[in-house]
């Protein structure tokens, strides 16, 4: 967790970023204060994402996992651009890469994720799909620090979707998606108060 009285984030993306704009709104709709984003970055040069950002005059950063030789190597390189940028909190929106112990190492308790499930049922991917061919009755999205496992971090926040008669993957997908833009932006928000503390497998969330 971040000390300084102002908390600098970094994006961290590989595609359309929509979970990435709703910070962003939040950001300039001061819903979330004292922080800002410091850059943008992608693994894809072609992410939607980053013309999000030039879009709100962010650094819209390109660091192409195919120019490194492994995960190791590419997140050396990662690390060395977000300590470049004084980065205190790593928000993951849809970046499609696991981090390896380089990264977590690097920033222990501010790396934070989202996944569209209620964790720690259907981990991975296609984690939308897996809750409805399974066939839940309520399903989700869960914020979490991110740590060594795939989704397996100590969980900040969750939001809970019901799975409708008449749901199909499609709409329950949207569904959820909608939820995640709103619980995201308060776990940043959260995290930028200083209001979270990871106790164990446990985010102790403080009083305002």
């Not at 943008?40 to 195919?66: T, V």
């Not at 989700?140 to 969750?158: A, R, Y």
Request: aromatic fraction near 6%; include cysteine; glycine fraction near 6%.
């Amino acid at each position: 967790m971040s000390t300084a009285k102002e908390t600098v984030i970094a994006v961290l993306v590989s595609g359309n970023g929509s979970n990435f704009q709703a910070i962003v709104d939040a950001l300039e709709a001061g819903r979330i204060k004292n922080a800002r984003i410091a850059c943008l970055i992608s693994n894809k040069p072609d992410a939607f994402a980053l013309e999000r950002a030039r879009k709100h005059n962010i650094p819209a950063l390109i660091l192409d996992h195919k120019q490194y030789p492994n995960r190791q190597a590419y997140d050396t390189a990662l690390v060395e651009l977000l300590k470049q940028h004084g980065v205190h909190l790593v928000v993951l929106a849809g970046f499609i890469r696991l981090l390896s112990p380089v990264m977590i190492e690097a920033f222990p308790n501010a790396i934070i994720n989202i996944h569209p499930a209620l964790l720690p049922a259907f981990p991975g991917l296609d984690a939308q799909k897996q809750a409805f061919d399974y066939g839940v009755r309520y399903t989700g999205c869960t914020v979490h620090f991110v740590d060594s496992g795939t989704d397996t971090g100590p969980i900040i926040l969750q939001t809970v979707v019901p799975v409708l008669q008449d749901d199909t993957l499609e709409t329950l997908t949207q569904r959820i998606h909608g939820e995640e833009h709103r619980t995201y932006v308060e776990a940043v928000r959260l995290f930028c108060d200083g209001r979270l503390m990871v106790d164990g497998r446990k985010v102790v969330i403080s009083a305002a």
